[in-house]
C-alpha cells in the first residue's frame, strides 16, 4: 500500500484548490496550475487540505495514487514558493550570456548556442558562469535545465563542462592510470 497515496496535502495561506471532472487546478500567488487526475484516482479538496484515494484496491490504482499525490503536493509548492534550479559552466571560456528571452552559451564550440526561453520560465545571471532558473512548474524548470545542461555535459577527465548547482562530478585518472 501506498504511503504517499496517503498523505493529506496542506494548503499554505492563498492556494486554493478546485476540482471539476477529471481536472484539478491549484491557484496561489504566483499563479495557476491544471493537472489531469487519472481515472483510478479520486481527489478529495477540503478547506485546507487536499486527499488522494484510490477508486479501487488494485495495484494500479494504488501506484497512480502516489503518482498522483506527488503531482499535486509539486502543484501547491510551485503555486506558493515556485522551484528554481541553479547552473554553473565550469571550464575556460565558458559562460553565459542572458539578453532578453534568449540564453546564449559559450562551451567550446566554435560558435555560440543559442536557447530561446520558456515564457512561463524566467533566468536570472548570477554571474558570468552561473544561472538560475526559475519558475511555477517544477517538471518545466527541470526540463529546461537538462537541455541547457546537454549543450555540454561534465566531462569525467577535467571536469569541463555544464553542471547543475551542486553536482558531483566523479573525476577519472586518464592514461596514466592504466600503466
Do not use: C, W
Not at 479520486?42 to 495495484?59: D, F, L, S
Not at 495514487?65 to 528554481?84: A, D, Q, R
Request: no cysteine; proline share 3%; charged share 25%.
Amino acid at each position: 500500500m501506498s504511503r504517499i497515496g496517503n498523505r493529506k496535502i496542506a494548503m499554505p495561506n492563498g492556494v486554493s484548490a478546485s476540482v471539476e471532472g477529471n481536472k484539478i487546478t491549484v491557484k496561489g500567488s504566483k499563479g495557476t496550475l491544471t493537472q489531469e487526475v487519472n481515472s483510478l484516482v479520486e481527489v478529495v479538496v477540503n478547506e485546507n487540505t487536499i486527499e488522494t484515494k484510490g477508486i479501487n484496491n488494485t495495484k494500479e490504482a494504488n501506484i497512480v495514487t502516489g503518482t498522483m499525490n506527488s503531482l499535486i503536493n509539486n502543484m501547491v509548492i510551485g503555486v506558493s514558493e515556485g522551484f528554481s534550479k541553479g547552473l554553473e559552466a565550469v571550464g575556460v571560456g565558458y559562460r553565459f550570456q542572458v539578453s532578453g528571452n534568449k540564453i546564449n552559451i559559450s562551451a567550446g564550440f566554435s560558435h555560440p548556442v543559442v536557447i530561446e526561453v520558456p515564457t512561463d520560465l524566467k533566468v536570472e545571471q548570477v554571474s558570468n558562469t552561473e544561472i538560475t532558473i526559475s519558475g511555477i512548474d517544477k517538471q518545466k524548470v527541470a526540463e529546461f535545465a537538462a537541455n541547457i545542461r546537454k549543450v555540454r555535459e561534465p566531462e569525467p577527465y577535467k571536469g569541463k563542462g555544464i553542471r547543475y548547482k551542486g553536482e558531483y562530478v566523479r573525476r577519472k585518472e586518464g592514461k596514466k592510470a592504466a600503466k
